[in-house]
T-cell receptor
């Protein structure tokens, strides 16, 4: 299956710990996007990355959150010192271009982060 | 600021009947609209899209209608099937933008 792979599927962290979420895009896709879905809400854009570059992080909280997409390996969304409000589903998407094709993005199955 | 709104959180429909999902948007710069379907514990899956130069796009049982003057779009599913039971998200994007703005979703339940 050449889809977007996210791991872990579920992640439980205590307040103050770090959370690292991984995303491997569709093979051949060089554009990665992270979205967050809070309970009872739609998905909200966080960050857009290309290989080794952050293109747009306007949707990401200024503190505690960071993202990277290294030359080799998956994209990583890192949340330091997690708080209860970080509990959400985090979805990664990839595309071969920096804009939509007729089929939009390909989304992964998400990582459900629970902060206790 | 919620730029895409799905005002019906849920919809229940009998198998074989039509499901109509509605979506309103406020940003006049949006010119591309998509519907995604999402099952529990899975990611959103692209369903159908429409460009602002059209007012209708059809793909099998799914049709999306766009009313630009009203800033409104709808998704029609005919006939509804049990496998259609899922959460449906409306999403929109401005021309040349890579960011999608999503609605909060409508949960569709198809009754046998």
């Amino acid at each position: 299956n050449a889809g977007v792979m996210q791991n872990p599927r579920h992640l439980v962290r205590r307040r103050g710990q770090e959370a690292r979420l991984r995303c491997s895009p569709v093979k051949g896709h060089s554009h990665v996007y992270w979205y967050r879905q809070l309970p009872e809400e739609g998905l909200k854009f966080m960050v857009y990355l290309q290989k080794e570059n952050i293109i747009d992080e306007s949707g990401m909280p200024k503190e505690r959150f960071s993202a990277e997409f290294p030359k080799e390996g998956p994209s990583i969304l890192r949340i330091q010192q997690v708080v209860r409000g970080d509990s959400a589903a985090y979805f990664c998407a990839s595309s071969p271009f920096d804009s939509f094709t007729n089929y939009g993005y390909t989304f992964g199955s998400g990582t459900r982060l629970t902060v206790v | 600021d919620q730029q895409v709104k799905q005002n019906s959180p849920s919809l229940s429909v009998q198998e074989g009947r039509i499901s109509i999902l509605n979506c309103d948007y406020t940003n006049s710069m949006f010119d591309y609209f998509l519907w995604y379907k999402k099952y529990p514990a899975e990611g959103p899956t692209f369903l159908i899209s429409i460009s602002s130069i059209k007012d209708k796009n059809e793909d099998g049982r799914f049709t999306v209608f766009l009313n630009k003057s009203a800033k409104h779009l709808s998704l029609h599913i005919v006939p509804s099937q049990p496998g259609d039971s899922a959460v449906y998200f409306c999403a929109a994007s401005a021309k040349g933008d890579y960011k999608l703005s999503f609605g909060a979703g409508t949960t569709v339940t198809v009754r046998a």
